[in-house]
């Protein structure tokens, strides 16, 4: 029996999700990040995405499994954001609520390797691109302010930006990747164009 | 953002502006319509999360030994300062992802290190509290040593604590001994007088000093007493249906000490 011969609502065999969930759980759960900005919303929505794989998985192809997790984690975020929209909304009027000091799953978003790696590339940047990784990233500063205060165009504060994350990327990539030049970041998966 | 640059236009870059909030709203509803339908554009979202926490996370955690402190040799070019744990001051307690993103623990101190300090104080405000009691009870032990030395020979070796206990000892065991010996007023209770004959064997040296501080009356009297007990007692080894009355002033029910003759 195919893929293409089973229901649509048929479930994922519990080892395939398991193996999933080991190899994409992590990079769903920063797109979700992305996504929502929350990060315990984004565990939330990751834990559902991977339920909907257990239930009904089983009709994806194996090389698109990954899209269409992805596609059905997005679909579930933007739900989620708008029911965490309105639930905000109603909370404020009810009360406020002191933030949440337990643990998050924002830490298992990056490694100790990766900090590292980038703290190093960090120091390998031009002093005008560190200065502009500082204002946008550190500082919080919006790409317009961050141009005013270092007195230059918004064009180049945004380039500027732009090469600093390539350069990062790169190296970041090539830690991950066991890769020493750094010049060449690996390949990206296949992006399928999901129905 | 309403002019960016054509390099700001890649797909990587567009999400790191998606998700630090520096999109227009016609911007943002693209862009969604994008993750809708691409694959590499989630990726990308993915991504940039990845980075900007990252780079987050450099600037405010601990180096390691061997990493650099610093942004290299720019430091002290760049007028913004340098990377690593000392830019924690300059940076807000909660870091963001542009505006409204919350990255809580990649900036929050972490818990194991609070537990770890909290430890150690402990520890040390014990030890140090060990000692000043130790230091406390040597300097009363020395103060009370000073005083009995003061009123007694006063010589070297009693100066010491030991030498003080075993002087008190001493003076205190004639008294206990006297007690144990004279004390008593239960009549079955034959130490006293066995401690007194015991005296005369020599098993022990504090009855001695005993019988020679008691006054003679008191030791002829006992003697006497012990005598006709003894001369009862032979009488009655050799008469065993013996009269009670042959011995008025002996009691009748009276008995012999058990090992109080030697």
């Given at each position: 029996m195919t893929a293409e011969d089973r229901p649509p609502d048929s479930p994922l065999d519990p080892a395939t999700v398991a193996a999933f969930h080991a190899e994409h759980a992590a990079e769903l759960l920063r797109f979700l990040v992305g996504v929502l900005r929350d990060p315990q919303l984004a565990a939330d929505v990751a834990q559902t995405a991977f339920l909907r794989l257990a239930q009904r998985g089983g009709a994806s192809q194996p090389e698109t499994r990954k899209a269409w997790l992805f596609r059905v984690a997005f679909h579930e975020a933007l739900l989620s954001r708008r029911k965490n929209e309105i639930d905000q909304r109603v909370l404020r009027k009810v009360a406020w609520s002191p933030p949440d000091e337990s643990p998050t799953p924002e830490t298992a978003l990056v490694k100790a390797e990766q900090i590292e790696a980038v703290r190093k590339a960090i120091g390998e940047l031009t002093p005008e691109q560190q200065a502009m990784v500082r204002k946008r990233?550190?500082?919080?500063?919006?790409f317009a302010q961050a141009a005013q205060e270092l007195g230059i165009p918004l064009g180049t504060a945004l380039d500027r930006m732009h090469t600093a994350l390539t350069r990062l990327r790169r190296k970041l990539s090539s830690e991950k990747f066991g890769e020493k030049s750094g010049e060449h970041p690996p390949a990206k998966t296949p992006t399928p164009r999901t129905p | 953002m309403n002019n960016p640059s054509p390099a700001a236009e890649s797909l990587d870059f567009l999400a790191f502006r998606y998700v630090v909030g520096e999109l227009t709203a016609a911007e943002t509803t693209a862009f969604e319509e994008l993750l809708e339908a691409d694959q590499a554009a989630r990726e990308a979202v993915a991504a940039a999360v990845e980075i900007t926490a990252a780079i987050q996370a450099a600037g405010i955690q601990p180096v390691v030994a061997g990493a650099s402190v610093s942004v290299g040799g720019a430091a002290s070019a760049s007028p913004h300062g340098t990377f690593g744990p000392q830019d924690t001051a300059s940076t807000p307690s909660t870091a963001t992802l542009g505006s409204t993103a919350n990255l809580r623990g990649t900036t929050r101190r972490r818990p194991w290190r609070v537990i770890v300090s909290w430890l150690v104080g402990g520890s040390l405000a014990c030890l140090g509290m060990v000692a000043l009691v130790d230091h406390w009870a040597a300097q009363r032990l020395r103060d009370a040593g000073g005083d009995l030395a003061s009123g007694s020979s006063g010589d070297a070796a009693s100066d010491s604590v030991p030498g003080q206990l075993a002087r008190l000892w001493s003076e205190t065991r004639p008294l206990a001994v006297g007690n144990l010996t004279g004390d008593s007023d239960d009549p079955t209770d034959t130490d006293g007088v066995g401690g007194l004959f015991a005296a005369g064997t020599g098993a022990v040296d504090g009855p001695i000093d005993a019988v020679a501080d008691a006054p003679s009356w008191m030791i002829a009297a006992v003697a006497a007493k012990l005598g006709a007990m003894g001369d009862e007692s032979a009488e009655a080894s050799m008469e065993p249906t013996a009269m009670p009355h042959s011995s008025p002033h002996v009691v009748p029910d009276a008995k012999p000490a058990a090992g109080a003759i030697p």
């Open positions: 990233v550190f500082e919080d500063r919006t | -």
